[in-house]
């Protein structure tokens, strides 16, 4: 099935799905930028990251200290390829942000978060991806708000884009 490119919030993003995490970035109150930059990876080539969550603190703290705040965020409709995640894990090498690749928006849809460096993928879920932003990036957050990234998923699949319809 090709991707239908949706606009939204005065961007034109590739894919509704693309356009449902920017919904969901939002309801959780994450500033986000969408393809802020594009980088030359060494044996990749041109990548352009889909998002960047440009003031987020704590992500992977225990594996990263001291770094700039920052999250590359790489969306994709299905289970990325090889080449894909080698994509994402060199983006994290080349620069000084973590970065993470969510597919879907399925609470149990797979995710992977590399550390800075490009470190020791952990493979996840994308509840749990939220979960951890959450927990790790919100220091007013309480464990309950930390637990919302059920209805933060939920938000994003129900956000309509058809017929100029806009997410509420």
Excluded at 20 to 48: H, N, T
Excluded at 55 to 60: A, K, M, Q, S, T
Aim: aromatic share 12%.
């Amino acid at each position: 099935m090709e991707p239908i490119e949706t606009e939204y919030k005065g961007y034109r993003f590739r894919s509704r799905l693309e356009a449902r995490w920017a919904v969901i970035f939002e309801w959780y109150g994450v500033e986000w930028k969408y393809e802020p930059q594009g980088y030359e990876l060494e044996s990749y080539g041109c990548y352009l990251p889909d998002f960047k969550l440009p003031n987020l603190e704590g992500l992977l703290t225990q594996t990263t200290p001291a770094r700039d705040p920052g999250l590359w965020v790489e969306v994709k409709g299905g289970e990325p390829t090889k080449d894909e995640l080698g994509k994402i894990r060199a983006l994290a090498r080349k620069t000084p942000l973590p970065s993470a690749v969510v597919c879907g928006v399925q609470d149990e849809s797979d995710a992977w978060l590399y550390p800075h460096h490009g470190g020791q993928p952990m493979k996840t879920t994308t509840v749990n991806v939220l979960s951890y932003l959450m927990a790790h990036n919100f220091k007013h957050a309480l464990y309950g708000e930390c637990l919302e990234a059920e209805s933060a998923l939920k938000q994003g699949r129900s956000a309509r884009f058809e017929h100029g319809e806009k997410p509420v």
